[in-house]
Nanobody, 123 residues
Framework: QVQLVESGGGLVQAGGSLRLSCRASGRTFSSYAMAWIRQAPGKERESVAAISRIGGTTLYADSVKGRFTISRDNAKNTVDLQMNSLKPEDTAVYYC????????????????WGQGTQVTVAS
């Protein structure tokens, strides 16, 4: 089992940047594919980025492609999401999630979730 804690959310103006970080507990972090998944009020969950266990493969939702970058450091048990050129529609609670199998953008396939961090983009 893995426990996840996100940090780095906040309020930013449109066009600005934020970097989210997720720290995982345990010794088997490299056994998990990781994802960042967001949920805005009244909307369904949306996986915005996913990364493979070793970090060689990344996936992005079309809505963030070219603006967001996911990365991981297995030595530090962390996965980050660099968000650039933020838009008001990026406003949501962002969750870090893990699964033991391969990376995917299907949010329902992830077994372990953090508590979430709020990102608000002002216009």
């Amino acid at each position: 089992q893995v426990q996840l804690v996100e940090s780095g959310g906040g309020l930013v103006q449109a066009g600005g940047s934020l970097r989210l970080s997720c720290r995982a507990s345990g010794r088997t972090f490299s056994s998990y594919a990781m994802a960042w998944i967001r949920q805005a009020p009244g909307k369904e969950r949306e996986s915005v980025a996913a990364i493979s266990r070793i970090g060689g493969t990344t996936l992005y939702a079309d809505s963030v492609k070219g603006r967001f970058t996911i990365s991981r450091d297995n030595a530090k048990n962390t996965v980050d999401l660099q968000m650039n050129s933020l838009k008001p529609e990026d406003t949501a609670v962002y969750y870090c999630a893990a699964r033991r199998s391969g990376e995917t953008l299907k949010a329902s396939f992830y077994d372990y979730w953090g508590q979430g961090t709020q990102v608000t983009v002002a216009s």
